[in-house]
């Protein structure tokens, strides 16, 4: 799949898209991510992309020609499934959301900033609006490169190992339950003479009843702390 990420700020952006998952899935051939600078498809000489809100407000908005040129320019050479903007008033970015967008073709990101953008441009070129949470980010580089970072991490073949992508939190709308690995028996630096031990399903090699555990784990761990998942 391709991602088009449209920020007034790329080099926030351009380390973390090309290490880690994102790095290794681009190198595999399986994803791409372009950023692209708003500034270069401004009009203004200055290189100005905002300017101040109509009505008196305090505050800069991103205008639309900037946006509609960008965003043209990038629909010329291709079709887009869905032309994504980062706000808080949008809908709320989750794992079902995710694996549904690494099942598109292509997608752009808006990298919301300032007071936000030009209203005629989500009612006229955007198709889908979302957000990270509730609370509000100086711009939406972060929200993209959250979006990115689950949407491709799902996609087939990024992960070598497909069990712990599908096991994931929220992949079945319970919490993972607990991990351990090696040893089984530590003795924390704080007092050598305790002993931290992992629950002995674990070591029974049964896998049936550590599945039957990892279940019963995840339900319990989800009704504590996350029981809107269950609703």
């Not at 898209?17 to 692209?36: D, P, W």
């Not at 073949?157 to 992508?165: H, P, T, W």
């Amino acid at each position: 799949m391709r991602i088009d990420i449209i920020t007034v700020l790329p080099e926030m952006l351009e380390g973390f898209v090309t290490t880690s998952i994102l790095g290794r899935a681009q190198s595999k051939g399986l994803a791409e991510i372009h950023i692209h600078n708003l500034r270069d498809y401004t009009a203004d000489k200055w290189r100005r992309v905002d300017d101040y809100p109509y009505g008196g407000k305090a505050g800069m908005v991103i205008q639309c020609q900037p946006l509609d040129a960008c965003i043209s320019a990038l629909k010329a050479e291709r079709h887009y499934d869905e032309v994504i903007f980062t706000a808080p008033d949008g809908e709320k970015f989750d794992q079902p959301m995710a694996n549904d967008l690494s099942l598109k073709e292509n997608i752009i990101i808006i990298c919301g900033h300032y007071k936000g953008i030009d209203y005629r441009i989500r009612e006229h070129l955007i198709t889908k609006e979302v957000s990270i949470g509730d609370y509000v980010l100086t711009g939406g580089e972060l929200a993209a490169a959250v979006m990115a970072d689950s949407i491709v991490r799902v996609i087939p073949g990024v992960i070598g190992d497909v069990e712990s992508a599908l096991s994931d939190s929220f992949q079945d709308n319970l919490l993972e339950p607990p991990v351990y690995t090696r040893p089984a028996e530590y003795h924390p630096v704080s007092n050598p003479d305790e002993t931290w031990g992992i629950p002995d399903i674990l070591l029974s090699g049964h896998e049936a009843k550590i599945k039957e555990w990892e279940l019963e784990q995840a339900l319990e761990r989800t009704k504590r702390l996350r029981p809107d998942l269950l609703e």
